[in-house]
Nanobody, 125 residues
């Protein structure tokens, strides 16, 4: 059974940094693509960064140049380094995974069947 657990969220001032982690278990790590999504209450989840099973990476325009997605294959861990944080980055952040990874769906919520419980990020001005 696929199990994803996020950690690393918290509160930070505008311009600060946070690093999110997602510990994954229950599947063959190398066969899955993974992504980070975020959601503000009442609004659809937004894909912010994704990595496919060949190491290809995609970012949303809203975080490009500020966020960096990476994975540690030895530890089955996905990370999201977030720099130059802005108040509009405030959201619940979710880790997601799936076996099917067409490039045009990497940042689409509907592509992913497995989700973590989320970790809150709050950026104050």
């Amino acid at each position: 059974q696929v199990h994803l657990v996020e950690s690393g969220g918290g509160s930070v001032q505008s311009g600060g940094s946070l690093r999110l982690s997602c510990a994954a278990s229950g599947y063959t790590w190398s066969r899955f693509c993974m992504a980070w999504f975020r959601q503000v209450s009442g609004i659809k989840r937004e894909g912010v960064a994704a990595i496919d099973n060949y190491g290809g990476i995609r970012y949303s325009d809203s975080v490009k140049g500020r966020f960096t997605i990476s994975q540690d294959n030895a530890k089955n861990t996905l990370s999201l380094e977030m720099n130059s944080l802005k108040p509009e980055d405030t959201a619940m952040y979710y880790c997601a995974a799936d076996e099917t990874c067409p490039a045009y769906l990497l940042l689409r919520e509907g592509n992913y069947n497995y989700w973590g419980q989320g970790t809150q990020v709050t950026v104050s001005s």
